[in-house]
């Protein structure tokens, strides 16, 4: 939290003097100050207040809020500094206990150390919801869900318009595989902000996997529109959504690089058999699961030259743990990694397909020959016979198995193929 207090209390340090219309500019810089963190501009936030304690005003909410600008730009040691300066005026100041106590629940080594600041800030003022719903990060934090659960509900039953608690508490089920309730906090958030980025993000999650596709499009197509016109959006949290699903989408990319040039391995390298004959040489997908830099020299990515497929965020490599590639930081998000076709079952539907439109094509030339030479009928389809359907006109192309079958007639007088079959009719 931050103080928004306009009318402080100010020592002045050194020989600085202070008149009237000084301390009235320093007043108006203050709340230039805190507009820049309500708007979330927390660079200028940070220069304003640095300059107001330079100037020589020191007081514990000036010390507060640079320490809180400083935190939200991920500038922890230095936030922790200003809190415990903005303590060191004022032991009792819950801002500063509550702010220090949660970035200290962030670190394991700290989390309990964090929790008692955070238990001095909700007894500093039992009925402040945002001290409570802190509390509760540090609980959720260290493992503690039934007192989190309390203390989100507690800063609800409070506060009923903040939004924090009850995201919250949403994330605290979705953690334990409570998928419903969970569920009824995010519908409850978005409820009470419908661009609220990560309450759609989470639904985004659960319904990938669920695998519930429409509701899982419907917050995926949510999320893009916020990302897209969302003037509100943290930019922290604006991060760490996209870069999740930037990453989630290369190693999609990565995972079909890989299938396919196995699956390219399968089809070109054959091995000599014991019985003179050749086979196939198998080829596990896992042998190239190798570095990134691995894959740029081999030229796996046919398609994406120089296309950066690296985690936006690390760089690291992608590893596949199971049967996916997957990132270290991210994970693997269902919806790119989950459902992607086997490369070899893509292969042999594509060459069926094409073989039975062959056959088609056979069976309506062969139909029309019977129609204009009904004594003529076909008694086996050889290449003398698709060539005389060519030269009479019935066949444009010459009809072929993509993958090297024999076509034939059956007892019905329909074309077969040796390997695929009669087609359904």
């Known amino acids: 939290m931050f103080c928004a207090l306009l009318f402080f209390h100010v020592s002045f340090s050194g020989a600085f003097t202070a008149f009237a219309e000084t301390r009235e500019e320093i007043r108006k810089l203050y709340k230039a100050g805190v507009d820049y963190i309500n708007e979330s501009n927390f660079e200028a936030a940070e ?8 100037a020589g005003y020191e007081f514990a909410e000036a010390y507060n809020n640079l320490g809180y600008a400083r935190m939200k730009l991920k500038k922890n040691q230095e936030a922790i500094f200003e809190f415990k300066n903005a303590l060191r005026l004022n032991p009792d100041f819950a801002d500063a206990l509550n702010n220090l106590g949660l970035i200290y629940s962030e670190n394991i080594a700290t989390a309990q150390m964090g929790l008692q600041y955070l238990k001095r800030a909700v007894e500093q003022n039992r009925d402040n919801a945002s001290y409570h719903d802190s509390l509760g990060l540090g609980y959720h934090r260290l493992g503690f869900i039934k007192e989190a659960e309390v203390e989100f509900k507690t800063a609800n039953l409070i506060d009923r318009t903040l939004i924090t608690p009850v995201y919250n508490l949403g994330y605290l089920y979705e953690t334990n595989d409570r998928q419903k309730a969970a569920i ?3 519908l409850k958030v978005i409820s009470m902000q419908r661009d609220h980025l990560m309450a759609n993000y989470r639904l985004f999650k659960i319904y990938s996997k669920i695998d519930d596709r429409p509701l899982m499009a419907n917050y995926l197509f949510s999320i893009f529109k916020i990302l897209k016109t969302g003037s509100r959006v943290d930019k922290s949290e604006r ?3 996209e870069n999740e699903i930037i990453c989630n989408l290369k190693a999609f990319i990565v995972e079909v690089a890989i ?7 399968k ?3 054959v091995e000599s058999s014991s019985s003179g004959g050749e086979k196939e040489t198998f080829i596990a997908p896992s042998e190239y699961l190798i570095s990134y830099e691995e894959f740029s020299k081999k030229n796996l990515f046919y398609f994406f030259e120089g296309t950066e497929l690296r985690c936006p965020e690390t760089g690291k490599y992608y590893t596949n743990y199971i049967n996916h590639v997957v990132c270290p930081v991210h994970g693997s998000l269902s919806i790119f990694t989950d459902k992607v076709q086997n490369i070899k079952q893509l292969r042999n539907s594509y060459h069926r397909n094409i073989c039975a439109e062959y056959r088609k094509m056979l069976d309506y030339a062969l139909f029309l020959k019977d129609i204009d030479r009904p004594g003529e009928k076909a008694g086996a389809i050889d290449a003398q016979t698709i060539k005389s359907l060519v030269e009479g006109g019935y066949l444009r192309d010459l009809p072929e198995c993509p993958v090297g079958g024999k076509f034939s007639l059956d007892a019905n007088g329909f074309v077969t193929c040796s390997i695929h079959g009669v087609s359904a009719r």
């Open 239 to 241: 991060a760490a959504v």
């Open 259 to 265: 299938n396919f040039n196995a699956e390219i391995k």
């Open 267 to 269: 089809m070109t390298l």
């Open 47 to 54: 220069a304003v207040f640095k300059k107001i304690i330079e």
């Open 184 to 186: 009824a906090e995010y």
